[in-house]
């Protein structure tokens, strides 16, 4: 078994902090971590700066060259299984591990033989981990391999089930199974269609565990002959198309449930899916709900949509993606909560529906697109100025996942720190909006231009309504400051650069000592501001890419 730094030419680290927090993610694989083992293997002695954290992952990761069926290329075919394993037990860190990750992003549909894998690793060890309370299985791969068509079956059943008996024989004490998809933490509603042909090594893991998890991923696969769900879960993830189709399911406790994640809504909550008590639902111990629907209902319902209350009384974090499909005003039933975050994922289409009391007793706003892809071509920038005029208690809100107009007049006054993907942001609009939140100390925008005319090729054209209302609000001559509270200002434009009017706007910002740019754009601001408009403050630069 090959440790995971001989395969890549590490990056080269001299900074601690910056080594473990690049190094070691929730995502993060061989690759990556070999850059520790190659730090640690150069400086010998400097692995007590490293965080403890940094020992706190068993890596077991499977490459193929290849992974292409009856491929006649020169690549090889072949699983090669990397762990670092090694390095942890030459470093006397295995009392540091707290989780156990097998990674296959190939989809090879080979046999896996993870069973021998897991001897090798019985041998080795010699003796359980009883501090790892965590096992992911991250990648596809974990479900494609022994899938092919002349796959043997039951081989490759009696192979899982002896892999995650030795699973379970290592790690007795493991409290969260999951499985992620994604190379980035992003939700996993699924892994494939319900009908599909899938490696059972997941579930038969499950299965043993299945006693003592506090997390569950109710989504596909999930094992067919559960008799009872598990009082003691924390954490529960739906996916409510697949699970309509389970009428063997037992109901679901929600006794110490503090996070649950509803995927693929196609219709009002099945609510009767949890436990009731004395005629109502109580979430008593819930503090993050995520409900995500996917498509239009011909009648829209009140929230919740069941004849019997449904009470949430510790929330303070809500995620909801397409809130108008299937409730009429979800964020109404939740009016005066105070929620620490509230994130919607919606279309600007759909903006006008969100109810006008719904940012009043947020900290943290996330705005965002469910898909990233516009659904029309053309938005109005009324869609998005209803929300920025909304009253509100935001302190730190960010924007995202489509280019939205800056806003021609905000009422989120509270503000401490925004971030903002946007259409244009020039000179004169960015300094109207510096000039509406006296409390900004940070400013985040990632842009497609600074020039007003390249409105027309974006997709709120019609923002030149609002540069007429605003006007010319940066006057260069004046020695009035735009913000007296803003410290740190990045912008990154991906089309044209206003090199004279952010220099301007800069030198109206008297407090800003960091800005972070355009890389290529930093010695010409620089330059500018030195040579032409005299600023003498320090501010330190550094690059966007």
């Known amino acids: 078994m090959q440790q995971p730094d001989r395969r890549w030419e590490p990056a080269p680290f001299t900074d601690t902090t910056d080594l473990c927090a690049k190094s070691l993610t929730r995502t993060s694989t061989a690759r990556e971590y070999s850059n520790v083992m190659n730090f640690v293997s150069s400086n010998p002695h400097r692995v007590n700066e490293l965080s403890e954290a940094v020992f706190g992952t068993l890596l077991l990761e499977c490459f193929v060259e290849c992974d292409r069926i009856k491929c006649s290329c020169s690549k090889s075919h072949d699983r090669d299984w990397m762990w670092n394993l090694g390095f942890l037990i030459e470093r006397n860190k295995l009392h540091l591990v707290t989780e156990f990750r097998v990674v296959i992003f190939n989809e090879c549909e080979l046999p896996m033989h993870i069973d ?3 001897k090798g690793m019985e041998n080795k060890l010699q ?12 990648g596809p791969g974990v479900f494609t391999a022994g899938t092919a068509k002349d796959a043997d079956s039951i ?3 009696r192979t899982a089930e002896a892999a995650a008996q030795s699973i379970r024989k290592l790690f007795p004490c493991a409290t969260d199974l999951r499985y992620h998809v994604f190379r980035k933490w992003v939700p996993t509603p699924n892994i494939l269609g319900a009908d599909r042909k899938l490696c059972p090594l997941y579930e038969y893991t499950l299965k043993e565990y299945a006693h003592q998890l506090e997390h569950v991923q109710m989504l596909i696969p999930f094992p067919l ?3 009872k769900l598990f009082d003691n879960f924390t954490s529960l993830s739906i996916n409510i198309r697949y699970i309509r189709l389970r009428r063997d399911l037992p109901v679901i406790p929600t006794r110490c449930l503090r996070i649950l994640e509803v995927f693929q809504i196609e219709a009002v909550i099945p609510w009767h899916l949890f436990e009731t008590t004395d005629g109502a639902l109580s979430f008593d111990s819930l503090q993050d709900l995520r409900v995500e629907f996917i498509q239009a209902t011909a009648n829209t319902a009140t929230f919740p949509g069941c004849n019997y209350p449904v009470h949430f009384p510790r929330l303070n974090t809500l995620h909801v993606t397409g809130s108008a499909y299937v409730y009429t005003d979800i964020y109404a039933y939740f009016q005066g909560r105070v929620f620490e975050r509230l994130t919607i994922m919606d279309d600007p289409t759909n903006f006008e529906r969100i109810n006008e009391h719904a940012f009043e007793t947020v900290r943290m706003l996330k705005i965002g697109h469910p898909t990233g892809t516009p ?5 109005s920038v009324n869609m998005v100025e209803r929300l920025y005029q909304l009253p509100s208690s935001v302190e730190v809100a960010t924007l995202g996942l489509l280019d939205y107009p800056l806003p021609g007049l905000i009422a989120w006054v509270d503000l401490r720190s925004l971030t903002l993907a946007a259409s244009i942001a020039d000179k004169h609009g960015l300094a109207n909006l510096l000039g509406q939140l006296p409390l900004l100390h940070t400013l985040v925008v990632d842009c497609f231009s600074m020039i007003r005319i390249d409105a027309k090729v974006t997709k709120f054209p019609d923002q030149k309504i609002t540069f007429d209302e605003i006007g010319e609000v940066l006057d260069p001559s004046s020695q009035l400051p735009v913000s007296e509270s803003l410290e740190r200002l990045d912008l990154f434009v991906r089309g044209t650069f206003d090199l004279v009017g952010f220099c301007e706007l800069v030198v109206c910002l008297p407090r800003v000592t960091k800005v972070r740019v355009n890389h290529h754009m ?10 032409v408009f005299k600023v003498s403050r320090n501010i330190a630069f550094e690059p966007l890419s």
């Open 155 to 157: 081989q490759e059943f």
């Open 127 to 138: 003796s359980p981990l009883p501090n790892v309370r965590s096992i992911l299985f991250l």
């Open 375 to 379: 659904f029309v071509d053309v938005y």
């Open 522 to 531: 930093i010695p010409h601001i620089m330059s500018m501001l030195h040579q």
């Open 116 to 118: 021998k894998v897991m």
């Open 225 to 227: 002959n559960v008799p």
